[in-house]
T-cell receptor, first 115, second 117 residues
C-alpha cells in the first residue's frame, strides 16, 4: 500500500509570486484535504476535494485554490503569495464511502518559505 | 468557543511510565470522530488512534488508548510504557458531520511531550 506523498519537500518563493504544491493520495483513497500549519500551531483546514470537486472550505481567501484529478491526486495553488503564507502545507487522504469517512492519513508536508 | 482544547502546552514523562494527554472538544453534532496524531520534529503527521462518537468502547491501538468520556466531552490519550521515541508534538482533532462527504477536521494547539531517560 502506497502512502501519501507530497512534492516538493521545501520551497522558497518571493512575495507576490504563485506556487503549486502536489499531493498523491494513498492507494484506494478518494478524498484529499489540505491543511496549513504555521510554526508552533496546529494544522488549519484549507479545503477538501472529493471526486474531483471541492466540497468544503475553511477560512482561506480565494487565492488559495485547488484541483483533484481522476486518479485522486491533488494540487494546491496559492496566488499572490504573502509573507504569512510561510508554513508547512499538509495533504491528507481518506476514503469517503456513502457519506461516511475514515481516518485521514497525512503526507510528509511541503515547507513553504515566502521572502 | 474553541472546538478542540489541549490545555497542556508541554509535558514530561519518565521513560517506561504512562502519560495522559488531555483533550476536550465542543460540538453540537451527534455524529463526530476524534483523532490523535503524533508529529515528530520531521513534520509528518502520524495517525495514532480514532474514536467515533457512537463507539461504545474506548479505542485502543497498541500502547495508545483513548479515554473517551462523551458526557464530559473529553478524549484523553493515554500512552503506556513511554519510550524515548514518543517525544513529539501530539495533536487532538475532531471531524464533524458526515452528510454529503464533507468532513471538516479541526485540530487543537498540541501538546509537546518529552520523554526523560
Amino acid at each position: 500500500e502506497t502512502g501519501v506523498t507530497q512534492s516538493p519537500t521545501h520551497l522558497i518563493k518571493t512575495r507576490g509570486q504563485q506556487v503549486t504544491l502536489r499531493c498523491s493520495s494513498q492507494s484506494g483513497h478518494n478524498t484529499v484535504s489540505w491543511y496549513q500549519q504555521a510554526l508552533g500551531q496546529g494544522p488549519q483546514f484549507i479545503f477538501q476535494y472529493y471526486r474531483e470537486e471541492e466540497n468544503g472550505r475553511g477560512n482561506f481567501p480565494p487565492r488559495f485554490s485547488g484541483l483533484q484529478f481522476p486518479n485522486y491526486s491533488s494540487e494546491l495553488n496559492v496566488n499572490a503569495l504573502e509573507l504569512d503564507d510561510s508554513a508547512l502545507y499538509l495533504c491528507a487522504s481518506s476514503l469517503e464511502a456513502g457519506g461516511l469517512s475514515y481516518e485521514q492519513y497525512f503526507g510528509p508536508g511541503t515547507r513553504l518559505t515566502v521572502t | 468557543a474553541q472546538k478542540i482544547t489541549q490545555t497542556q502546552p508541554g509535558m514530561f514523562v519518565q521513560e517506561k511510565e504512562a502519560v495522559t494527554l488531555d483533550c476536550t472538544y465542543d460540538t453540537s453534532d451527534p455524529s463526530y470522530g476524534l483523532f490523535w496524531y503524533k508529529q515528530p520534529s520531521s513534520g509528518e503527521m502520524i495517525f495514532l488512534i480514532y474514536q467515533g462518537s457512537y463507539d461504545q468502547q474506548n479505542a485502543t491501538e497498541g500502547r495508545y488508548s483513548l479515554n473517551f468520556q462523551k458526557a464530559r466531552k473529553s478524549a484523553n490519550l493515554v500512552i503506556s510504557a513511554s519510550q524515548l521515541g514518543d517525544s513529539a508534538m501530539y495533536f487532538c482533532a475532531m471531524r464533524e458531520g458526515d452528510s454529503g462527504g464533507y468532513q471538516k477536521v479541526t485540530f487543537g494547539t498540541g501538546t509537546k511531550l518529552q520523554v526523560i531517560p
